[in-house]
Every structure is written in structure tokens, then in C-alpha cells.
């Protein structure tokens, strides 16, 4: 059973930082790529950021590109999305992710987790 736990999240002024966790279990971690995507209130899901397999290959949504870093630590089982310059917009609760695919980019991605809420907000 695939579970992702998200951490990190909380209450934040508009500049400030954030370094988010995601824990993963239930799968082959090193076999997938994973992402970090957001909901808003009121809104759909919005990808943020995904990152290859070894972790030497990430992309961004331009709203973060610049201000984002998302990061894999595969003996830990763990990603991680440093969240710097933070702005209002960012606000949302944040899922990592998985790709329902191993090996592979597929685009499509499934989450497993409750999230973690960040709040930009003076």
C-alpha cells in the first residue's frame, strides 16, 4: 500500500521559507519519479515540481521556478521541496506524489497522502 506522509507545512510571512518533507512507503521508492503538487482554496490540483529518478534532473512550474527546490534523498525514502521567497499565491495544501509508472515520465501521477498546509500570510 503506497503512503506518503507530507510534513513541514505552517503558517508563513510573505518572504520567508519553508522546507517541506514527503516519506514514502508501501513501493520502490528509487524506481519512480516523484513530484510535489498544490491545491488552493477553491481549486484543482496544480503540478509544482517533479524530479527524476536519481534526483539529477528536476522541473519547475513557472510561478516557482527561481524560488523552489525539490530534492530526493533515496536511502531515505524521502522528498523534499525547499520553498524560499515565499508569496500569498503559494498558499495551498501541498501532496507529494508519485508517477503511476516506474521507470518512466509518464506525466500522470498519483497522490497518497493528507498534505501538508502552507499558509503565506503577514
Known amino acids: 500500500q503506497v503512503q506518503l506522509v507530507e510534513s513541514g507545512g505552517g503558517l508563513v510571512q510573505p518572504g520567508g521559507s519553508l522546507r517541506l518533507s514527503c516519506a514514502a512507503s508501501?513501493?520502490?521508492?528509487?524506481?519512480?519519479?516523484m513530484y510535489w503538487v498544490r491545491q488552493a482554496p477553491g481549486k484543482g490540483l496544480e503540478w509544482v515540481s517533479h524530479?527524476?529518478?536519481?534526483?539529477?534532473?528536476?522541473y519547475y512550474a513557472d510561478s516557482v521556478k527561481g524560488r523552489f527546490t525539490i530534492s530526493r534523498d533515496n536511502a531515505k525514502n524521502t522528498v523534499y521541496l525547499q520553498m524560499n521567497s515565499l508569496k500569498s499565491e503559494d498558499t495551498g495544501v501541498y501532496y507529494c506524489?508519485?508517477?503511476?509508472?516506474?521507470?518512466?515520465?509518464?506525466?500522470?501521477?498519483?497522490?497518497g497522502g493528507q498534505g501538508t498546509q502552507v499558509t503565506v500570510s503577514s
Open positions: 524530479i527524476n529518478r536519481r534526483g539529477d534532473n528536476t
Open positions: 508501501g513501493f520502490t521508492f528509487t524506481n519512480y519519479w
Open positions: 506524489a508519485k508517477d503511476v509508472k516506474p521507470w518512466t515520465y509518464s506525466t500522470s501521477y498519483e497522490t
